[in-house]
Structure formats: structure tokens, C-alpha cells
């Protein structure tokens, strides 16, 4: 079964809106972390925000947010007024456990383009 | 400063060749990982290693071999390389002293098998 789910193959947002990117994850520990990266079409993986299972504030990096709803089992990433450089693709990832060298899943990802 | 780096960064090989591909991180991480990236994108991990141990060993042919020689060192050593090969693999680390233990990558090998 998958244990991420990213629902938007592809996303369009016009530059400087909001936009809000899907995340839901499936597992049975009580101790996990959630993560959301960006890969550019240059490849490189960039971490952007974490959130742990017993967080109870939702995670705020610049302009980057986690909305974390832990009974629904959503992660969603939302990104307040949308840059051209934010055109890249986004993963959604867990990491089920409480130890740092527990395994990281990925989800499929989400293809972001910001349109001027 | 790079704070974990891969090389080669390209690597164009024949079916049957052995290749190795280094990593090396200078953030004092103790946990290092190897990635897989599939042309969907599709991100899955091979190894990890925490503190020159291996920890997580993923259903990956043992035409891999990963080495740890020390915690800033995590190499990949692929024998007879097959066309089903040919991905981006990415090198990461971890700190145990980050609140979520939050994963820095290298910029990638882009490996195509011919």
C-alpha cells in the first residue's frame, strides 16, 4: 500500500497567490516526522519544512506552512504568494519512527508551475 | 561550501561495467543515505549508514555495494551495470541534533547505462 499519496500529478498557480499542495500518509506508529522538498528542474533536492506527529502548531518557514492535520493523516504544504522560482516539483516524505536513521519514504511528487 | 557532494556528477557507461560513485559530507552528520530517483521521478532509498554502520538495506541487488570508510564518507560501488540501472542516484545525510533529523542531499549522479 502506498504510504504517501500526492493526488496532484500537476499543479498551476498564478504568481503571487496562494497555492496548496496535497499530502496524505498512512501509517500505524505514533512517533513520525513529515517532511516537504523541492527539486527544481536542476535537480537538486532542497529541504523545506518538518513536522513531527507530536507537533502540535503547524510548521511556518518563510513562506512555506504545513497544514498538519494528524486525524485526517494530511500534510499539506501551502505556499503563500507564489514566486517564478517556485516552478519545481514538490515531495511530500515520512519518516516512520522515532530515530534519525529511520527509513524516509517519498511520495510520487507534485509538478508546480507558477504562471507570470 | 559544499555541504554534501557527489562525484562524478555524469556518468555514461556500458552494460557490464563497474563504476563507483563517492560521496562526502562536511556537516559532522552521522547518518548517510543513498537514493534512487527513477525517470517518473520517483525517489526510493537503498542504504543508510549511521555512524559507519549499515542500518537500512533496501531490496536492492547485490550488484550494489555501498562503503562507509569514515562518518563524511558514504561511496556506492555498482557491479555489471545493467540498462535498468541508468538513474539519478543522490547522497544524503542527517543530524542526530536537528529536530527532524531533516535530510541534506548532494546535487545528484546521473547514471546512464548504454
Known amino acids: 500500500a502506498q504510504k504517501i499519496t500526492q493526488t496532484q500529478p500537476g499543479m498551476f498557480v498564478q504568481e503571487k497567490e496562494a497555492v496548496t499542495l496535497d499530502c496524505t500518509y498512512d501509517?500505524?506508529?505514533?512517533?513520525?516526522?513529515l517532511f516537504w522538498y523541492k527539486q527544481p528542474s536542476s535537480g537538486e533536492m532542497i529541504f523545506l519544512i518538518y513536522?513531527?506527529?507530536?507537533?502540535?502548531q503547524n510548521a511556518t518557514e518563510g513562506r512555506y506552512s504545513l497544514n498538519f492535520q494528524k486525524a485526517r493523516k494530511s500534510a499539506n504544504l501551502v505556499i503563500s504568494a507564489s514566486q517564478l522560482g517556485d516552478s519545481a516539483m514538490y515531495f511530500c516524505a515520512m519518516r516512520e519512527g522515532a530515530a534519525s536513521y529511520d527509513k524516509v519514504i517519498f511520495g510520487p511528487g507534485t509538478s508546480l508551475s507558477v504562471i507570470p | 561550501d559544499t555541504a554534501v557532494s557527489q562525484t562524478p556528477k555524469y556518468l555514461v557507461t556500458q552494460m557490464g561495467n563497474d563504476k563507483s560513485i563517492k560521496c562526502e559530507q562536511n556537516l559532522g552528520h552521522d547518518t548517510m543515505y543513498w537514493y534512487k530517483q527513477d525517470s517518473k521521478k520517483f525517489l526510493k532509498i537503498m542504504f543508510s549508514y549511521n555512524n559507519k554502520e549499515l542500518i537500512i538495506n533496501e531490496t536492492v541487488p547485490n550488484r550494489f555495494s555501498p562503503k562507509s570508510p569514515d562518518k563524511a564518507h558514504l561511496n556506492l560501488h555498482i557491479n555489471s551495470l545493467e540498462l535498468g540501472d541508468s538513474a539519478v542516484y543522490f547522497c544524503a545525510s542527517s543530524d542526530i541534533r536537528a529536530s527532524g533529523y531533516e535530510q541534506y542531499f548532494g546535487p545528484g549522479t546521473r547514471l546512464t547505462v548504454t
Open positions: 513536522q513531527g506527529s507530536y507537533d502540535e
Open positions: 501509517t500505524s506508529d505514533q512517533s513520525y516526522g
